[in-house]
């Protein structure tokens, strides 16, 4: 066979076999498609965040902001061109996925959507 059958995404055995259109684990019953074993490795590997032009982003870049933010709790805004240094990408709230420092307002999230790498 020169096709390798990937590992059972459930229990990792790498006794799976095919059955029509399915693979199946005998260890632990699991079925999957074999396209779905490509999205659960993908999933694994490191998260690409981009900007809004389609920029890669990594911790530590500057960014600027590209519209007008509201900030709950001020009477401020922050504005279009205020930079944003040292950023660090996580797993926030929504979408929110910059953590960063902005002078004059603290510490927050933003949303890679609002920002463009600097």
């Not at 074999?34 to 490795?41: I, L, R, T």
């Not at 504005?79 to 926030?92: E, F, H, S, Y």
Request: net charge negative; proline share 6%; with cysteine.
């Amino acid at each position: 066979m020169s096709e390798q059958i990937p590992l059972c995404p459930e229990c990792g055995s790498e006794h799976a076999y095919p059955v029509g259109a399915l693979l199946v684990c005998p260890m632990c019953g699991h079925e999957w498609a074999p396209d779905d074993s490509a999205e659960v490795s993908g999933e694994e590997g490191p998260r690409v965040i981009t900007d809004a032009v389609g920029n890669v982003l990594a911790d530590g870049d500057t960014v600027t902001v590209i519209k007008d933010l509201k900030v709950k709790g001020s009477s401020t805004s922050i504005k279009v061109g205020t930079k944003v240094r040292g950023i660090r990408l996580v797993d926030g709230v929504g979408d929110h996925d910059i953590d960063c420092k902005i002078d004059g307002f603290g510490p927050m999230q933003l949303k890679s959507s609002v920002v463009k790498k600097a």
